[in-house]
């Protein structure tokens, strides 16, 4: 049975403390080998892709709608606390309106040649900080048909709160690992049969479209941090540098737009 919360020093509910972002920044995440998961369809993605609940956190009124997951949950040993919207914002931080939390295990990540096994398109991400943008290149990557994701020691976690919720839930369909050392990794790439390109501005740039018109076999795009970009390293150490042609008087894109474009542009054709 679900486990009714009256006090949110309750020490069992620990994992769920503070989870406002100003908080999480100024802690270590993930603490004891955990992540959050916000919302029925991030939580179902999670389960769907083999994570295990350590425990959920939800307001009473979403026990119908969440029944199979409580009725899981209760199968395994997993504890589901449930209270009023007031006990759960004093405890978390915020107003919880989107369904659930869930406490889930980290899993173990997979080497960068097994996240990158059949793969053809990939991004790889250069110390990308913003959680927000993270997020949302994952959502774009997963959309437009990219096989995975690589991120760079000093990128942000891709499974930090913000991030899993601007991905939709989609960091738990897209394989993504930690490729280090950085740019090191570039010739562990260039072994696994990777054409690397950096999107970024320099003089030899060639044009999007133009390696779109002849796209390599395997192509690993690297996007570079939020107002720095890619370092100097990093585009002295790759293929190709390519920029997306821009009008109006504008050099650049947000990262996680201008990983949307080179994604659709050099995506793989159906079938």
Known sequence: MPTLIEDPADPRLLDYVGLTDVALRRRTE??????????????????????????????????????????????DGVPVFVGDHEIIESLTGFHLHRGALAAMHRPVLPTVASALDGARRVLVLEDVVDHTNVGAVFRSAAALGVDAVLVTPRCADPLYRRAIRVSMGTVFQVP?????????????????????????????????DALAADPPERLALVLGTEGDGLSTRTVASVDTVVRIPMRGGVDSLNVAAAGAVAAWALRVPAG
């Open 30 to 75: 993930p603490d004891r080998g955990l992540y959050i998961a916000e919302s029925e369809k991030v939580i179902r993605r999670a389960l769907a892709a083999g994570h295990r609940p350590r425990s959920y956190l939800m307001a009473e009124r979403w026990l119908t709608d969440l029944a199979d997951l409580v009725d899981a949950a209760e199968a």
């Open 176 to 208: 993504w690992t930690r490729i280090d050392p950085w740019p090191g990794g570039i010739a562990d790439l260039h072994r696994l049969g990777f054409h690397v390109a950096a999107l970024a501005l320099s003089d030899d740039s060639v044009g999007l």
